[in-house]
């Protein structure tokens, strides 16, 4: 390991090529989230809280379903999403978009500011999952809802198989660890929503699987080899380790019969009791 990570800063990239990285994910798993805001209603009038809410993909369409009456606040630490999600809101003429630019860790609001919190990709990130879920509790209203979107990292597969992308994964999973991470998050909610003193009302796992040319592979495409290489430059994976994902990714990227699997994508959803 050449260096040795703060153990709350973020692991991954925040630059353009990243933006389309995230834009590419949203359209490959958009419909999660969509399905999760029909089934557990985000409705005109109500104050939601988006967190790590990144370049706003999903912030937007909360912002659209709370309507002119309700109002999102989008919590991210990074200037440069906050700076996209404000020029997205002002092309888009949306104007119910609160941005807060501040580490999630030093963020406070009043108790009951909330009806619904959201957030995806988001927990996987941060240090102690069940003290923050408590903390964050308490800033929902009674009946209010806090779903998440996030990985249980088990599932995830390339066939035909490769020890190169074994090792990407193994070392993308200790990476998040050493950044306070948790790429295993999904597993702990259960323990976060009785920590929060939150009722469990919903937990599905999805998992993803698909061709060179379908959307699962092309965002696993736009992913490993970019941060295969930050792996090894950090020491996570060795040279040889990122040599042989390379030639292997570069074979399966052409190969018809080749399938990249997802890590289990889960959608958690809670309430609070009154
Ligand atoms: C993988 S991105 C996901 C972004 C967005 N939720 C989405 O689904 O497109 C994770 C986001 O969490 C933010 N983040 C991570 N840790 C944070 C923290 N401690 N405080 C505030 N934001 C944080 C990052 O800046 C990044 O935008």
């Not at 959201?118 to 999952?129: E, G, I, L, Q, T």
């Not at 990985?151 to 990407?168: D, K, M, N, Q, W």
């Not at 959307?215 to 930050?230: E, G, I, M, Q, T």
Request: with cysteine; glycine share 8%.
């Amino acid at each position: 390991m050449s260096t040795t990570p703060d153990a709350s800063s973020y692991p991954l990239h925040v630059d353009e090529v990243e933006l389309q990285r995230l834009r590419g994910q949203h359209e490959a798993w958009g419909d999660l989230a969509s399905d999760l805001f029909a089934r557990v209603p985000v409705r005109p009038g109500m104050r939601v809280l988006d967190l790590g809410c990144g370049p706003g993909f999903v912030t937007l369409e909360l912002a659209r379903r709370v309507g002119s009456q309700g109002q999102v606040v989008a919590l991210d630490a990074s200037p440069m999403w906050q700076a996209h999600l404000a020029q997205e809101s002002q092309r888009l003429g949306i104007t119910n978009i609160v941005p807060v630019q501040e580490r999630f860790q030093a963020a406070e609001f009043a108790p009951q500011s909330f009806d619904y919190i959201y957030a995806r990709w988001f927990w996987s990130f941060v240090p102690d999952p069940c003290r923050e879920a408590a903390r964050v509790a308490r800033w929902l209203a009674p009946h209010g809802v806090i779903a998440l979107q996030d990985y249980h990292h088990e599932g995830i597969a390339l066939t035909p198989p490769s020890r190169g992308f074994v090792a990407v994964v193994r070392g993308l999973r200790a990476m998040y660890q050493q950044h306070g991470g948790d790429a295993f998050v999904a597993a702990k909610v259960p323990a976060m929503w009785a920590a929060a003193g939150l009722r469990a009302l919903d937990y599905t796992p999805v998992v993803r699987a698909g061709g060179p040319t379908s959307a699962v592979f092309r965002w696993a495409d736009s992913f490993f080899p970019r941060y295969a290489a930050k792996l090894r430059d950090g020491g996570w994976i060795s040279a040889d380790e990122w040599e042989e994902f390379v030639t292997d990714w570069s074979a399966r990227r052409v190969d018809a019969s080749a399938l990249f699997w997802s890590p289990a994508v889960v959608t958690a959803v809670a309430v609070k009791d009154a």
